[in-house]
């Protein structure tokens, strides 16, 4: 991760910002008349990767170790951190746009 944190950030931001915003899209698209929320949760949802399939793809190839195998497994390691907390505030946002209710870092 060290060697090519930079680049798999980079990669792992724009793995996150394209399925967010193409899911936001469809969903537009699909469902016109549903809230913005629910737009933005279907786009969260397909941020889920799965690096455990991408390292064993990568390991039966034998380019495990190249610097672009590395990139790419680090971009998904950090995509699906990336991931887990958008759909974390997404659903948190959800549920209080379902309830009524604000959302607030600052409340508990």
Request: glycine share 14%.
């Given at each position: 991760?060290?060697?090519?944190?930079?680049?798999?950030?980079?990669?792992?931001?724009?793995?996150?910002?394209?399925?967010?915003?193409?899911?936001?899209l469809?969903?537009?698209?699909?469902?016109?008349?549903?809230?913005?929320?629910?737009?933005?949760?279907?786009?969260a949802?397909?941020?889920?990767?799965?690096?455990?399939?991408t390292a064993?793809?990568?390991?039966?190839?034998?380019?495990?170790?190249?610097?672009?195998?590395?990139?790419?497994?680090?971009?998904?390691?950090?995509?699906?951190?990336?991931?887990?907390?958008?759909?974390?505030?997404?659903?948190?946002?959800?549920?209080?746009?379902?309830?009524?209710?604000?959302?607030?870092?600052?409340e508990?």
């Open positions: 991760m060290l060697g090519v944190g930079l680049r798999a950030a980079l990669v792992a931001v724009v793995g996150v910002i394209i399925p967010i915003a193409g899911g936001f469809a969903g537009r698209l699909v469902f016109p008349g549903d809230s913005w929320v629910k737009h933005l949760f279907l786009g949802a397909l941020c889920a990767t799965s690096v455990g399939i064993r793809v990568f390991q039966e190839l034998g380019v495990s170790q190249s610097k672009e195998a590395r990139v790419v497994l680090g971009a998904a390691v950090i995509d699906d951190v990336l991931g887990l907390v958008v759909l974390s505030l997404v659903s948190g946002l959800a549920l209080a746009a379902g309830t009524g209710a604000s959302m607030s870092l600052a508990r």
